[in-house]
T-cell receptor, first 109, second 113 residues
Framework: GQNIDQPTEMTATEGAIVQINCTYQTSGFNGLFWYQQHAGEAPTFLSY??LDGLEEKGRFSSFLSRSKGYSYLLLKELQMKDSASYLCAGMDSNYQLIWGAGTKLIIKP | DGGITQSPKYLFRKEGQNVTLSCEQN?????MYWYRQDPGQGLRLIYYSQIVNDFQKGDIAEGYSVSREKKESFPLTVTSAQKNPTAFYLC????????????FGPGTRLTVL
């Protein structure tokens, strides 16, 4: 079956670094997406990885290892506004997104 | 401004009533999607459409219906056959269905009393 696993909740301190892990099992693989979702709002796109390695975009970076079925989202210099849920989604061979339940990130001062 | 609109933001209905949620996009995207989001669960695909006048069932289509008469519009009807309709409903669109990100509307929170 298809499955995306990520931690339910994480806590970090303002100004610190946090890594949110995601493991995936999909029927075929056409990439791994990360989205940010603030409570009660729409998800917004953060990153897309289809090749192994690290993609950096400002304070956010995303890593993919296809052989391990593993990705992580790295957030640096955490700000209070980064408090949100982070959704991991794998794209299968039919180009459908399989979504994880999301990781709620709590930032403390 | 280009984007996706969903209305209303909050919707209340009595049990047994059908209700239609609207989704409009002016991004000129071909593909449109409807998802349901429940607490503690990932987004689940209800229906999707890759082109006008064509749509496909997702993982949880039972109790829902859609239409795609115009490229810009993809309304979702929650019928009385849906056993547990209270949820947050998200509409999304993307360029042709391959490896492109999906853009989401603001969502409609439906509560059935």
């Amino acid at each position: 079956g298809q499955n995306i696993d990520q931690p339910t909740e994480m806590t970090a301190t303002e100004g610190a670094i946090v890594q949110i892990n995601c493991t995936y099992q999909t029927s075929g693989f056409n990439g791994l997406f990360w989205y940010q979702q603030h409570a009660g709002e729409a998800p917004t796109f953060l990153s897309y990885n289809v090749l192994d390695g690290l993609e950096e975009k400002g304070r956010f970076s995303s890593f993919l290892s296809r052989s391990k079925g593993y990705s992580y989202l790295l957030l640096k210099e955490l700000q209070m506004k980064d408090s949100a849920s982070y959704l991991c989604a794998g794209m299968d061979s039919n180009y459908q997104l399989i979504w994880g339940a999301g990781t709620k990130l709590i930032i403390k001062p | 401004d280009g984007g996706i609109t969903q209305s209303p933001k909050y919707l209340f209905r009595k049990e047994g009533q059908n209700v239609t949620l609207s989704c409009e996009q002016n991004l000129n995207h071909d593909a449109m999607y409807w998802y349901r989001q429940d607490p503690g669960q990932g987004l689940r695909l209800i229906y999707y459409s890759q082109i006008v006048n064509d749509f496909q069932k997702g993982d949880i289509a039972e109790g829902y219906s859609v239409s795609r008469e115009k490229k810009e519009s993809f309304p979702l009807t929650v019928t009385s056959a849906q056993k547990n309709p209270t949820a947050f409903y998200l509409c999304a669109s993307s360029p042709p269905i391959d490896m492109n990100e999906q853009f989401f509307g603001p969502g409609t929170r439906l509560t059935v009393l």
